[in-house]
């Protein structure tokens, strides 16, 4: 029989890649990430599991122990992962949720195929809680987990995490399957969303489309047996592991990258530094579009002035990924051939994965970083930069469309829609004196460390404990 575990995680991905050494053979390693540090800190002195998807499709590897946790692979075949990941979660859920920024596909066959493999997650995850356990289910993936969830185990605590916005009911109201949807998140007695505003929208969703009973933060339904069943949605803004990072940092060696980094860029006066996943979400193009007018109107010019773009390989299956890397690739080459010069390009342009001492070493060198999302659920990259600027030096150009504009709301706001104001944000930004800029980086750091990704996971499941639904139970370290 199973052993059954006290803290159940259950995210799309488990927090493990598959590692493959030079010989052929393979084994697991930890994935880097915020969420694994996070539950390390909260799994501490608990029996903690993880129910996720492996990585690769077909057969699921049997569950294992890795860093004190307990593992369960679930299976996704071939064509599950192109429904039920690439086409529903991320060509359906994630534009509708990122205000259709590219237009949504609607398919029934990925629907069906989200239906079938959220119910995987909900019985893997079923058979791994013990009694009375506090599951903890991640994102847009795995939204109807929580309603199945409770179905099958009714002395659970179930609480959902939403790292992405959650759209206006405007939005929302285009998806044909609405309504389960809603009903699927209420199945939870608690609800983390990363902005105010999404929690908002959550309820309200509920309040017009189900005619739920909503009260300031809280939706009410009836059960079937009569009874109600009320969940609590509100803000627990995600964070990063700011103590670690900031320990990286401010190591030797990453200290010598930093500078080995500038000097082999030309030792430029403003390194400016964007790093996004290649979504179209983060406002690449904006920010390029801006970049390359600063360098038409003569107002910055390289090698005094360089941009290192760092666009990790994202989602390449999806028609709309593509496109905007073929658009991107043809303005970076654009921008290059109007002003770059031999051994001094404008755009430093890197469409790989790079380790995290040297995110770390580019975070630390970077005078300016541009952070420009059209949306955002947070965006760490703007905590990771702060976090890294131990010298205070450095300045935040970040978008008001971002979760981590309402907490960092000191650095260089920007409308990346508006090309002119981004121009004059960029501009501010490097022309501020240090003295004043040393000034704001120290707020935006002491936020970051005040509220690190260990505080939010703590904070998120005192606040699962504390929730109105039944089995009250106490919040439990
Ligand atoms: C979703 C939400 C929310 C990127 N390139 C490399 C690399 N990264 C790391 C960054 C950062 C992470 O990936 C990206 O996090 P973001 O928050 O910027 O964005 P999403 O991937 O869209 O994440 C987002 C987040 O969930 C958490 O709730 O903030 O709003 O969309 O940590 O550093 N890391 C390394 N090499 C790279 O090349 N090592």
New binding site residues.
Partial sequence: MTRRYDLVIAANRLPVDRVVAADGSTSWGRS???LVTAMDSVMRGRDGAWVGWAGDPGEAPEPFTEAGMYLRPVPLSEEEVAHYYEGMSNDTLWPIYHDVIVQASFHREWWRAYTTVNRRFAEAAAEVADDGATVWVQDYQLQLVPAMLRELRPDLRIGWFD??PFPPVELFAQLPWRRPILEGLIGADFLGF?RVADAQNFVRACRQLLRAQTRKDTVTVHRPDGGTHTVRAAAIP?S?DFRGLEELARSESVRQRAAELRHQLGDPEVLMLG???L?Y?KGIRHRLKAYEELLQDGAIAPPQVTLVQ?A?PSRERVDSYRELRTQIETTVGRINGDHGAIGSPAVHYIH?????EE?AALYLAADVALVTPLR??????AK?YVTCRWDNGGALVLSEF??AYHELHQAFVCNPHDVEGLKQTILKAIHTPSKDKARIMRALRRRVADHDVQRWAQRFLDALAAAPGAPQRSARQ
């Avoid at 790989?352 to 995290?356: I, K």
């Avoid at 955002?376 to 990259?381: K, P, Q, S, W």
């Fill in positions: 880097p990430g915020g790292h992405i990363q995600i990063i790093v996004d996943r979504d979400t760092v990790t790989h994965t790079q380790p995290l995110m955002d659920g947070m965006n760490l990259v990771e971002t979760g």
